[in-house]
Nanobody
Framework: QVQVVESGGGLVQAGGSLRLSCSIS????????MAWFRQAPGKEREGVSS????????TYADSVKGRFTISRDNAKNTLYLQMNSLKPEDTAMYYC???????????????????WGQGTQVTVSS
């Protein structure tokens, strides 16, 4: 049984930083691309960032480029998202996901990811 568990969300002031973590078990971590998505109330789910199984290739949504950094530790089966210079518009539920497909030309899209976590809330106050 695959388990995906996010952590690290919270309340932070604008300009602050948070580091999200995602621990995954029940699959061979290096067989999967990993991604972060987010969904704010009343909005569609947005692909934030993705990373190839090797960690060499990454993608970002334009809205987070230069502020967020995705990384993975294949020895620990863990995915990370370092979020700096946070803005109120970054407020959302953040989800970790695992999928077979990876495209280096665009941010992640939901339908390419099979396994999902329950999410961790990030709230940025102005």
């Amino acid at each position: 049984q695959v388990q995906v568990v996010e952590s690290g969300g919270g309340l932070v002031q604008a300009g602050g930083s948070l580091r999200l973590s995602c621990s995954i078990s029940g699959l061979t971590f290096t067989d999967y691309a990993m991604a972060w998505f987010r969904q704010a109330p009343g909005k569609e789910r947005e692909g934030v960032s993705s990373i190839k199984w090797s960690g060499i290739s990454t993608t970002y949504a334009d809205s987070v480029k230069g502020r967020f950094t995705i990384s993975r530790d294949n020895a620990k089966n863990t995915l990370y998202l370092q979020m700096n210079s946070l803005k109120p518009e970054d407020t959302a539920m953040y989800y970790c996901a695992a999928g077979i497909m990876f495209s280096e030309y665009r941010p992640p899209v939901s339908y390419q990811y099979k396994y999902w976590g329950q999410g961790t809330q990030v709230t940025v106050s102005s």
